[in-house]
């Protein structure tokens, strides 16, 4: 829903106000707006009307900010430049455009990442910019179009598609031991790797194998990369998504440390903000993003 109109200046006054905190006087700003230092001066009478706020103190021929002038033009120019990016964009690819998509480091690099390119080929008006970024944050006051997820239904203000759970194998050194552990409680017995963002994530891998035993402390990594390196190197044993472990499997860096997998504790989410308008690429990314999970199920 948009805001009352009230509260929406119009772009001149806007453009004005920026121009004017930028440059420190209405004559500079009237000469780079292409208009005369008392348009410039109404503009910024009538946004200050509007608002009900002083947002500019006059010093002579010197314009300088108020506390709350100052607290305002950085939002303002954030505004007119992202009004100004989507109306290029539109322009110039009204059935495309720019998705800037929010990624977790493993399911993007080793899920996502490997299949962009079909993306790329079936929607070449589409361009996808990545961005890392580990924990939920408020994507409606953000650059992104959209995220990818981990857990359950609990970020608030987005809607979500669906894409899979997440199903965990413990992983280790192949010279770590001898063949993957048949007894879930055997495992208590080695060095094992947890993922900060996952504190819990042995308890729970132990507990659906029917161990109510602590795990004990080890390592702790920010990441799943960083953790699977580890484990590469002999310190102990990761657990981590199967589409992680895979590539890590196949050429023997790794063996399966036990022979049971259990599911995670969560699943992985498309989720893009509920209170904005869908663009064209988004539209498009996630339809496409919809068939690619349903055919990796």
């Not at 780079?32 to 947002?55: F, M, N, P, W």
Request: glycine share 6%; aromatic share 8%.
């Amino acid at each position: 829903m948009i805001a009352p109109r009230r509260f929406l200046p119009s772009i001149s006054a806007l453009l004005a106000f920026e121009a004017v905190a930028r440059l420190g006087s209405a004559t500079a700003a009237a000469q780079e707006l292409s208009l005369t230092q008392s348009a410039i001066s109404r503009q910024l009478k009538a946004l200050e009307e509007q608002l009900d706020v002083v947002l500019i103190l006059r010093k002579g021929r010197q314009l300088a900010l108020t506390q709350a002038g100052q607290a305002y033009v950085p939002q303002v120019r954030d505004i007119l430049n992202r009004l100004a990016q989507a109306s290029v964009s539109l322009r110039t690819n009204p059935h495309g455009g720019t998705l800037n998509l929010a990624i977790l480091p493993a399911f993007g690099m080793h899920w996502l990442a490997p299949r962009l390119r079909g993306f790329a080929e079936a929607h070449p008006e589409v361009t996808v910019n990545l961005s890392t970024r580990l924990k939920p944050f408020a994507i409606s006051d953000s650059p992104f179009d959209a995220a990818i997820h981990f857990g359950h239904e609990d970020w608030p203000g987005v809607r979500y598609l669906p894409l899979m759970p997440e199903t965990v194998v413990p992983v280790c050194a192949p010279d770590m031991i001898a063949a993957p552990l048949t007894q879930a409680a055997d495992m208590l017995a080695h060095p094992l790797l947890h993922l900060e963002t996952r504190p819990r994530g042995w308890a729970r891998w132990l507990a659906a194998l029917g161990v109510t035993a602590d795990p004990p402390s080890g390592m702790v990594f920010d990441q799943f990369s960083t953790m699977a390196q580890a484990a590469i190197h002999g310190l102990g044993v990761a657990l981590l998504p199967t589409f992680f472990a895979q590539p890590y499997l196949r050429d023997g860096q790794l063996m399966l440390a036990s022979a049971q997998s259990t599911q995670s504790i969560g699943s992985y989410f498309l989720v893009w903000p509920a209170d904005r308008d869908e663009g064209a690429a988004l539209v498009s990314f996630r339809s496409w993003l919809a068939g690619q999970a349903q055919t990796s199920e």
